[in-house]
């Protein structure tokens, strides 16, 4: 399989007053088309820094980074947010919905930052919320809906423009038990579907779900 996301040597070093903290140290990893991964690890292992990384939100101190086969780690902000907004869906632990909007804008208002006519906008927002069964809450607002439906949402926008790579960050940490198990159902679906996901998380019964597992410790791979 071709990988779409490959990491070499991997280093981010932050230097607080004199000291140095190795939030990633020396990570090296591969992802190809079509995985389910997921990268556990406590507070404080890395893994947020490495999702950072993965999400041209951050960038490494020393290390390569190639995306669909390019080198992003060096890129400037500017090539970065392009390369976000149109490789990288985001599912966060926060839902970051906009409360005045309903479900329909909520997912159409990246889709207007890409500059997609209206009409296909709207089409493909409808199609991505039925996908998360949600095509009888077009019009609701995140008030008037619960966790778990306003976590499909965010879904639903994260997918609805089929983004090469969908990053979920703790995407059940704020749902019960049972929201969070429909949660994880739709990734495999979306994963079966033929959509790559990289899912960060703390909890190893989550991480279970996927079929391949990476454990991050002290900024290192261990596993």
């Known amino acids: 399989m071709d990988n779409l996301i490959r990491l070499k040597d991997v280093y981010k070093i932050y230097r607080p007053g004199l000291a140095e903290v190795r939030a990633l140290n020396g990570v090296s990893m591969t992802v190809d088309k079509g995985d389910f991964l997921a990268i556990i690890g406590q507070s404080g292992s890395g893994k947020s820094t490495l999702m ?45 919905l906009i409360p005045g909007l309903d479900a329909l804008e909520n997912v159409e208002l990246p889709l207007i930052y890409r500059r997609i006519g209206r009409e296909q906008r709207r089409q493909m927002a409808i199609q991505s919320l039925e996908r998360v069964g949600l095509g009888n809450r077009l019009h609701h607002k995140p008030g008037e809906m619960s966790g778990g439906q306003q976590q499909r949402v965010a879904i639903a926008r994260a997918v609805a423009s089929r983004p090469p790579v969908i990053l979920a960050d703790e995407p ?46 002290d900024g290192r791979i261990v596993s």
């Open 172 to 217: 059940t940490g704020n749902l019960d038990r049972q929201s969070g198990h429909e949660v994880m159902e739709i990734l495999r679906g979306l994963n079966r579907d033929g959509h790559t996901v990289v899912l960060i998380t703390h909890d190893r019964e989550i991480a279970c779900s996927a079929p391949r597992q990476i454990q991050i410790q």
């Open 52 to 96: 950072n990384i993965l999400g041209c939100l951050d960038t490494p101190t020393s290390g390569n980074y190639w995306l669909e086969g390019q080198e992003v780690s060096g890129l400037s902000d500017d090539r970065q947010s392009v390369i976000r907004s149109c490789s990288i869906g985001f599912i966060f632990q926060g839902f970051h």
